[in-house]
Each structure stands twice: as C-alpha cells, then as structure tokens.
C-alpha cells in the first residue's frame, strides 16, 4: 500500500511569488486535505477535496487555491506569498463519501517552505 | 464548534517513567478523538484514536489513551517512557461526518523530552 507522498521537501521563496505543492494520496483514498502548520503550532485546515472539487475550507484567503486531479491527487497553491506564509505545509488523504468513515487521516511529511 | 486544548506544551519524563499527556476537547456532537505524534522533521503518525465502544482504547509503542465524556477529556498515557518516545504529541477531534468535510481540529502540541 502506498503512502501519502509530497513534493517538494523543502523549498525557499521571496515575498510576492507563487508557490505550488503537490500530493499523491494513499492508494484507496478520494478526499485529499491540505493543512498548514507554522513552527510551534498545531496544523491549522486550509481545505478539502473530494472529486476534484473543493467542499470544506478553513480560514485562509483565496490566495491559497488547491486542485485535485482525477488519480485523486492534488496541488496546493498560494500566490503573493507573505513572511506568515512560511511553514510546513501537510497533505493528508482519507477515505471520502461512499467509503467507510473513521475519521482518520494518513498524512504526508510535508512540504517546508520558507518565504524571505 | 470543537476544539482541543492540551495542557502542558512541554513536559519531561525520565525513561521507566509514566508519561502522561493532557488533552481536552469541546465538541457539540459526540466526538471521535485522535493522538499523533510528530518525530523532528516529519509528518504526523497516528497514535490511536476513539470513534465508539470501549473507552480505553490502545495504540502502537505501547500507548493508550481513555475517552471519559463527564470530563470532556482524552489523555494520553505510557507506563514506561523511551528515549525513542521524545517527540511532540498532538490530540485531535473530528467534525464526525459533519457535511462532507473530514476535517481534524488540532491541539497545540506537547513536547515530550525523556531523560537519561
């Protein structure tokens, strides 16, 4: 079974530039959820997708936009990036609606952007 | 709205110590109820989780973890702490199948340190 894969691993930007983040999900799984966690904190939700639509955001401006493809696997990306954005970004996949519920989510290692 | 809030955001063991971990939750709906633990420089792996039936639930490395609803609390323990235990623990709760968004509301973290 393969796990929830992300790239890159680490990545360095400068203030005002575009960002995109990619995530294979868990074999299996259809919903694909995107969270952000700063140095010193719990991850904080972004938003979900399920076939290939987004059906749950979190409180984050429209500048962090997401996509999920038809293999289920998904892109995050944020524009005008601002110093708060720097963080380790978490990819996680679940089983969505028709499949089994149990809440859980499998998570990827993360992408560490750090924005200068 | 749930939320989780873990007390403590650092506590220190000695190894062949019992490691207990905080955690407290607000929810509105029954909950289901989550532990990770997050290694330096990684993702998060789950630890163990409560959806329904027995309180007392186990999970891998030899932790367990009891839901007590009368005091809206699900606190982490391991009789015995290894060295190979220091990392940082988060406590989640689940919007349980709230709309099609499965959605994970974190805690802070606590970062344990297990001493020689």
């Known amino acids: 079974e393969t796990g929830v894969t992300q790239s890159p691993t680490h990545l360095i930007k400068t203030r005002g530039q575009q960002v995109t983040l990619r995530c294979s999900s868990q074999s299996g799984h259809n919903t694909v959820s995107w969270y952000q966690q700063a140095l010193g904190q719990g991850p904080q939700f972004i938003f979900q997708?399920?076939?290939?639509?987004?059906?749950g955001r979190g409180n984050f401006p429209p500048r962090f936009s997401g996509l999920q493809f038809p293999n289920y696997s998904s892109e995050l990306n944020v524009n005008a990036l601002e110093l708060d954005d720097s963080a380790l970004y978490l990819c996680?996949?679940?089983?969505?609606?028709?499949?089994?519920?149990?809440?859980?989510?499998?998570f990827g290692e993360g992408s560490r952007l750090t924005v200068l | 709205a749930q939320s989780v809030t873990q007390l403590g955001s650092h506590v220190s063991v000695s190894e062949g110590a019992l490691v207990l971990l905080r955690c407290n939750y607000s929810?509105?709906?029954?909950?289901?109820l989550f532990w990770y633990v997050q290694y330096p420089n990684q993702g998060l792996q789950l630890l163990l989780k409560y959806t329904t039936g027995a309180t007392l639930v186990k999970g891998i490395n030899g932790f367990e973890a009891e839901f007590k609803k009368s005091e809206t609390s699900f606190h982490l323990t391991k009789p015995s702490a290894h060295m190979s235990d220091a990392a940082e623990y988060f406590c989640a709760v689940s919007d349980k199948g709230g709309g099609a968004t499965n959605k994970l509301i974190f805690g802070t973290g606590t970062l344990l340190a297990v001493q020689p």
């Open positions: 996680a996949s679940s089983p969505g609606a028709g499949q089994v519920y149990t809440g859980e989510l499998f």
């Open positions: 929810s509105s709906v029954p909950p289901y």
């Open positions: 997708y399920y076939r290939e639509e987004e059906n």
